[in-house]
Every structure is written in C-alpha cells, then in structure tokens.
T-cell receptor, first 117, second 115 residues
C-alpha cells in the first residue's frame, strides 16, 4: 500500500520569495514520485517526476524536487515565486511493483499556492 | 489540437438519471484512465484500460460502467445517479509503462452536479 501526505493545504508567498511545498510518502516498494499542477478549471499537468535516477529532479517553470529516502520526502521548491505559479499542486506516488502498477497514482490532498504581489 | 478531450465539460442532472461522459486522446497512448476528484479536491483512480482491456477497477459501484471501443476512447456511463456522484471526473492517458513511471496526460475534467 502507498500513501502521500502534503503538509499544508494552503501556502502563501510573496512574489520573488522561495516556494516550498512539502510532500511525504509511504510505500512498501521503491516509489516513483510525481508533482502535478492544476490551474483553475483545468486538468493536471506534470511538473516533474522521480524515477530512481538522480535524487534532485528539475521540472518545468523553474521547479525542482529532491527525493530523500531517509526522510521519505519529496518536497517541491522554486527559488523565486512568480504570480503565474498560483495554482494547486499535487504530489503523487506510484509503486514500482514490476508490472502491476499500470500508472495507478495515489495523490496527496493538494496544496493551494497563493502568490502575493 | 487538444491531446485529451472530454465532453461534456459541465453536466447538471437529477438524481436517478443515467449520464455518460466521453473521452478521446490523440496521443497514441495505450492506457487510459478515469479519476474522480471530489469536493475536497481529493483525486482517486476509478478505472484504467490498456488497449481496450480493463486493468484497474478500484471498487467503484457497478452503477459506473466504463467502455473502451478502441484505445483512443474511454467513455464512462453512470446509472441511477446519486448526490454523492457529484464531482469532477478526469480522463487521462499515458504510454504503456509496466512499472508505473509514465506521465499521465489529463483532460480538462467534466464537472458533474447531481441535484
């Protein structure tokens, strides 16, 4: 079984400030980890993913995330927030179960990012 | 050209009715999904099809019946709608990946409201 916990349902930052969205996971097998972004009235779009290569993963729009096995974390960061980053962000885990996953993602509950001018 | 398209985007109906949501992808992917996003934005997988075959069925009531006429289409039919079915339903597709590392491409969602 696998699960994802996103700490903080709402995060508010000023434009230009550091963005840090927290995600902790639980998985009985080596995980694949994802961050998706959802803008209002739109579907989810992949920001980045970890698939057991480099632990520091760079994604689109200047976002990156670091896989820390010892902390079971996959926090999302961006050095300088932009107004256009305002959206809801979802962390997700997929079990690396050797042929039985078929893209079955378990999502966290989401974090709404607000960016103030 | 939209990659994953769903219709309708909005659906308002009465309890007890039957409704369908259609989904089409033009990405050439082998695998398609239905996810349900509830009012608290919690996303949960409902079904997954690979090349027209059902591979994931997540204890969804049998009032929900997916159908995949070909690998580019996955429709969702819901019988005897209940208030609790109100949600946003997302269709998604991905290239076949045995290990779960594939990216999902989502449609824009279909907001179902049951009165």
């Amino acid at each position: 079984a696998q699960s994802v916990t996103q700490l903080g349902s709402h995060v508010s930052v000023s434009e230009g400030a550091l963005v840090l969205l927290r995600c902790n996971y639980s998985s009985s097998v080596p995980p694949y980890l994802f961050w998706y972004v959802q803008y209002p009235n739109q579907g989810l779009q992949l920001l980045l993913k970890y698939t057991s290569a480099a632990t520091l993963v760079k994604g689109i729009n200047g976002f990156e995330a670091e896989f820390k096995k010892s902390e079971t974390s996959f926090h999302l960061t961006k050095p300088s927030a932009h107004m256009s980053d305002a959206a809801e962000y979802f962390c997700a885990v997929s079990a690396n179960a050797g042929g039985t996953s078929y893209g079955k993602l378990t999502f966290g509950q989401g974090t709404i990012l607000t960016v103030h001018p | 050209d939209t990659a994953v398209s769903q219709t309708p985007k909005y659906l308002v109906t009465q309890m007890g009715n039957d409704k369908s949501i259609k989904c089409e992808q033009n990405l050439g992917h082998d695998t398609m999904y239905w996810y349900k996003q509830d009012s608290k934005k919690f996303l949960k997988i409902m079904f997954s099809y690979n090349n027209k075959e059902l591979i994931i069925n997540e204890t969804v009531p049998n009032r929900f019946s997916p159908k995949s006429p070909d690998k580019a289409h996955l429709n969702l039919h819901i019988n005897s709608l209940e208030l609790g079915d109100s949600a946003v339903y997302f269709c998604a597709s991905s290239p076949m990946d045995w290990y779960g590392a594939g990216e999902l491409f989502f449609g824009e969602g279909s907001r179902l409201t049951v009165l």
